[in-house]
């Protein structure tokens, strides 16, 4: 009999400041996805890199949090971009949609990622009825 190999995730949040956030906030989401794949999570730049210099290569990558675009994550930006231009899954969520300024986005997608996107408008508002 075959066996099924679990799929290989990793769970990428460089910002501290936000580490009990994203349990808080998103604990069923990481609870439902470890329950179902081989998770591996990195609290830091550092321990990201480990995880690919591990050779491993994962079935998708999950960006919790805006720290990705800062100037020091360089290095891990250009290993994300060559795993995506080799076929692999990244995925921005968590708090990143949060914790980015939308002028530092589209800079951060045009000069990392060579994608033309820009962040869309917000608006908040009420409706009464």
């Not at 794949?37 to 949090?65: H, K």
Request: aromatic content about 10%; some cysteine.
């Amino acid at each position: 009999m075959e066996s099924l190999t679990k799929a290989e995730i990793f769970v990428f949040s460089l910002d501290s400041a936000f580490h009990q956030s994203l349990r808080d906030g998103h604990g069923h989401l990481l609870d439902a996805i470890e329950g179902q794949t081989s998770l591996r999570r990195a609290n830091d730049t550092p321990e990201a890199m480990r995880l690919f210099d591990e050779n491993c290569v994962p079935t998708g990558i999950l960006i919790t949090d805006a720290e990705i675009i800062a100037p020091r994550n360089e290095a891990l930006s250009r290993r994300l971009g060559d795993y995506v231009r080799n076929g692999g899954t990244l995925l921005l969520g968590g708090f990143f949609s949060s914790g980015v300024r939308p002028n530092d986005l589209g800079r951060y997608m045009r000069e990392k990622w060579n994608l033309p996107w820009a962040a869309g408008s917000y608006h908040r508002t009420t409706l009464y009825t």
